[in-house]
């Protein structure tokens, strides 16, 4: 993704990550994630990525247990 700031949504990636769900994050600008909140952030991994390959496709995979699901977009 280009960034993550919303506030609402960085508060459910703490709930989902409290609740067990493994999240990867690669996030191409900003990220709003704080690191090294015991117990909150343990299941979060970002990648920051920044360099001459900036402009390029997004592909993003959702799954649970069961299933999985690509979007993708220009």
Known sequence: MNR???PAIV???YRASMAGVE?????RDICRLRP???GIRARITVYSIVGRF???SR???FHDDATGR?????
Do not use: A, F
């Open 4 to 6: 993550l700031e919303d």
């Open 11 to 13: 508060r459910e990636r």
């Open 23 to 27: 999240i990867t994050l690669i996030v």
């Open 36 to 38: 090294g909140i015991e």
């Open 54 to 56: 900036l402009e390029h």
């Open 59 to 61: 592909i993003y995979y």
């Open 70 to 74: 690509y979007y993708s977009s220009q």
